[in-house]
């Protein structure tokens, strides 16, 4: 089974950026969708930003225009660059792997907790102060 760890997160003052990488272990990593969630506190999970094994990226509204999603697959490396972070950015936020991969469908199925995903990795804290 696929394995990930997320690193990159920490402090940051509103208007600040942060890249954030999820390394994959994986036996194809080419072929698996990936995709960042976030969990703020007190709140569900929700999707972040996804993207397919042909570098199609999906992402929430909240979050486009500011955030980017990409992938190195040399690295089987998943990162995710924030730019001008608010203080509603802050979260734990999870990279998330579906090991059957496939393109990318629409925002409410990529982006749903509850439908691709088999494999998560523990999250890194991102926190960004007024």
């Known amino acids: 089974q696929v394995q990930l760890a997320e690193s990159g997160g920490g402090s940051v003052p509103a208007g600040g950026s942060l890249r954030l990488s999820c390394t994959v272990s994986a036996s194809t990593y080419t072929d698996i969708f990936l995709a960042w969630f976030r969990q703020a506190p007190g709140k569900e999970r929700e999707g972040v930003a996804a993207i397919d094994s042909d570098g199609r990226m999906t992402y929430a509204d909240a979050v486009k225009g500011r955030f980017t999603i990409s992938q190195d697959n040399a690295k089987n490396t998943l990162y995710l660059q924030m730019t001008s972070l608010k203080p509603e950015d802050t979260a734990v936020y999870y990279c998330?792997?579906?090991?059957?991969?496939?393109?990318?469908?629409?925002?409410?199925?990529?982006?749903?907790?509850?439908?691709?995903?088999?494999?998560w990795g523990q999250g890194t804290q991102v926190t960004v102060s007024s």
């Open positions: 998330a792997a579906d090991e059957k991969g496939g393109p990318l469908t629409s925002r409410a199925i990529d982006l749903s907790t509850r439908i691709r995903y088999n494999a």
